[in-house]
């Protein structure tokens, strides 16, 4: 049996945007939106970096472009910026990001993917296991979670290439529609949005 998460915003684009709005919070002051404004580009190269980083359960660091710190630097000195700010600090050109900081961009998506998988395992539809799909279920931290919450009561499954497996899956699906039917123990897909 297939289930979607119905297009909502829950997965890694989420976690994206709570990083850009911690990066708002430590360049504050207007600093961060005249970066995005003047550096587009770099602020892109930024999150791609982060998409990178996102996947892990550990502190993380990520490269401090030379015009951020230019821009920040007319406020004030760049260490300076670290010092009200919970979870980050500056480490010689880049930005140290601590575990459980990283942890919290992922808390409101847990949350509603939890209250997902609950509702549907709550329907007693005979599943035996959950198959993370999609770009967030490369998320150590997603998947310790739901193994956490789930383990217990299912079998927690993850394909070694989670994104992958959308399109192959949609491929084998278009090309054998009747593969989708009704078996003893049926796994429930779980797409986790990046």
Request: proline content about 4%.
């Amino acid at each position: 049996m297939l289930h979607e998460t119905l297009g909502l915003y829950w997965g890694g684009k989420h976690v994206d945007e709570k990083f850009k709005q911690f990066l708002g919070e430590i360049f504050s002051d207007g600093v961060w939106n005249e970066y995005e404004q003047i550096f587009p580009n770099e602020v892109q190269k930024m999150m791609y970096d982060f998409i990178h980083l996102k996947y892990l359960d550990e502190d993380v660091q990520i490269r401090c472009p030379g015009n951020l710190v230019i821009v920040a630097q007319k406020q004030k000195q760049i260490e300076k910026l670290f010092d009200s700010v919970e979870g980050a600090s500056w480490d010689d050109g880049s930005i140290r990001i601590s575990r459980e900081k990283l942890r919290s961009f992922y808390d409101e998506s847990l949350q509603r993917i939890t209250g997902k998988l609950r509702e549907i395992l709550d329907k007693n539809l005979n599943i035996g296991f959950i198959v993370l799909v999609g770009g967030l279920a490369e998320s150590q931290i997603l998947r310790q979670h739901i193994t956490d919450q789930f383990g217990r009561q299912y079998k927690v499954l993850c394909p070694l290439r989670p994104q992958e497996a959308i399109l192959k899956g949609a491929v084998e699906l278009g090309r054998n529609p009747e593969m989708v039917e009704p078996q003893r123990k049926r796994p429930a897909w779980f797409r986790c949005w990046s």
